[in-house]
């Protein structure tokens, strides 16, 4: 039986697939020292000029974080101003004819002429689930070219160079993810070994800003994940280059949680919550495609760990399913609930569903189209409930981890404003649901607007890599329209 309960091919622009093409064998990713690279003096600018030698572009094995003067960008050169977040065009970008600070990326074999390369930091599938909004940004660039490399470590790490080959996305070993081969590291993760790769590094949230304690062996930290100054900080140096953040009210968050890296924050908004609103006029496009012919479609969210709905409640989406006959019903499980308990164990726990009507989401695709189809959603303590809300979406929360939630955060008050869902008499509680008091207040307070927010993170991508912007604008891409695909037949 295949690991993988879903067919590649089915990927929707969100996998960033190219369809029709096979997988790179693993022995042809990379290109032969002696053989793949041409003559200096044949298609590449002088050596000193452009390209160090390999020696000195290649920290040793034993002390990989480059020294902060010599491999990371200055402060007043690279990085966005603390003030207004956004990187000033005019002084931060070397003139495009002049001696440029990085390595032209073609070789003797390239056909398009890159310039720079641009690597996406891999942890879990959550990771990859938002590099697809941040690289959406860089689309139809042809200076640039993505690689991508797993970032071990993680508890939640299982298939992740499987969701890569399938999506055929170029991946490099971690030891290669050097600047011998990449000029920019983006990582939705804090975590990790990100000290080691030895070029500017972008992060930012994989889901909806940052506002949950960071987790323990134990339970939690008294700090924020991902602004913690246990996850920035690497023998007293801040490690991002740029830490990009999803609204203002995080800046203040970070000055308490780790002051040092302040300076290197930028407010970009969410690229995910961008394409969410970009996809409200394809709503009927997204309903068909489920197959909707005026039923009512009930979204179940969890996210993972022992507070989350499916913890909780895990029976939810099954009752649902046999209360209320004339709707439809989808359960959306967080990455990590896969990574950890297997495609087939939750093909186990919802067979009966299945069998009966309900739609499982797969944790690589269609999320956002489901979201964005859904009439009712209920959720608990993760993302998925903040997105919901600030589009409007009646909304219950089936289960809330306080004890998981940073006070003061937008998922914070979202606690405090939507009912709760009791386990009697669910169809008139899902007939009642209404969307959040003044959800556009919670959406601007929570989110930049769309173009805004693109505009904001495509500006500070290519201040990293010393390059202008393309000149036609930023605008949010619309998710692809989703169909739930059958479940394979259990063996």
Request: net charge neutral.
């Amino acid at each position: 039986m295949s690991a993988a309960p879903f067919d590649p091919a089915e990927h929707d622009a969100d996998s960033l697939t190219a369809r029709g093409q096979s997988a790179p064998e693993t022995g042809d990713r990379r290109p032969e020292t002696g053989d793949r690279r041409p003559e200096t003096g044949d298609r590449r600018p002088e050596t000193g000029d452009r390209r160090p030698e390999t020696g000195d572009r290649r920290p040793e094995t034993g002390d990989r974080r480059p020294e902060t003067g010599d491999r990371r960008p200055e402060t007043g050169d690279r990085r966005p101003e603390t003030g207004d977040r956004r990187p000033e065009t005019g002084d931060r970008r070397p003139e495009t004819g002049g001696a440029a600070a990085m390595a032209e990326r073609a070789d003797r074999w390239s056909t398009i002429p890159v310039r720079r390369r641009v690597l996406g930091v891999v942890r879990t599938l959550t990771a990859l689930d938002r590099l697809h909004d941040v690289f959406a940004v860089l689309a139809d660039d042809f200076r640039l070219e993505t690689r991508f490399t797993v970032a071990a470590g993680s508890d939640f790490e299982a298939d992740l160079q499987r969701h890569l080959d399938a999506a055929h996305m170029r991946s490099l070993p971690w030891r290669d993810a050097t600047s011998e081969h990449v000029d920019l590291a983006i990582s939705p993760s804090s975590n990790g070994a990100l000290h080691e790769l030895g070029v500017p590094i972008l992060t930012l949230p994989h889901g909806a800003g940052y506002h949950k304690l960071r987790p323990t062996n134990s339970g939690t930290a008294n700090e924020i994940s991902g602004l913690s100054a246990t996850q920035l900080l690497h023998n007293g140096h801040v490690v991002p280059s740029v830490l990009a953040l999803s609204h203002q009210n995080q800046l203040d968050l970070l000055r308490h949680s780790c002051p040092e890296a302040a300076e290197r924050a930028a407010v970009v908004g969410d690229p995910c919550f961008a394409r969410l609103r970009a996809s409200l006029p394809m709503r009927d496009r997204y309903r068909a495609a489920f197959g909707l012919d005026g039923e009512r479609l009930v979204v179940v969210s969890s996210t993972w760990g022992g507070g989350s709905l499916f913890s909780e409640w895990p029976e939810l989406a099954s009752r649902l399913v046999d209360e209320l006959p004339d709707s439809r019903v989808a359960l959306v499980l967080h990455p990590n609930v896969w990574s950890k308990h297997s495609a087939w164990q939750i093909g186990q726990w919802t067979r009966r569903a299945r069998r009966s009507g309900l739609f499982v989401v797969p944790p690589d695709r269609g999320w956002r189209a489901t979201l964005v189809a859904a009439d009712t959603v209920l959720a608990d303590h993760g993302s998925l409930a903040l997105y919901a809300a600030a589009l409007g979406k009646p909304l219950l929360l089936g289960a809330f981890g306080e004890a998981e939630v940073a006070p003061g955060t937008p998922i914070a008050d979202l606690g405090t404003r939507v009912p709760r869902l009791r386990p009697t008499d669910l169809r008139s509680q899902v007939d009642s649901a209404r969307a959040v008091p003044n959800h556009e207040f919670l959406a601007a307070r929570s989110f930049l607007a769309p173009t805004e927010a693109v505009t904001r993170l495509r500006e500070a991508i290519y201040t990293q890599l010393s390059l202008p912007p393309p000149t036609f604008p930023a605008i949010p891409d619309p998710v692809a329209p989703f169909t739930p695909p059958p479940w394979p037949n259990p063996t």
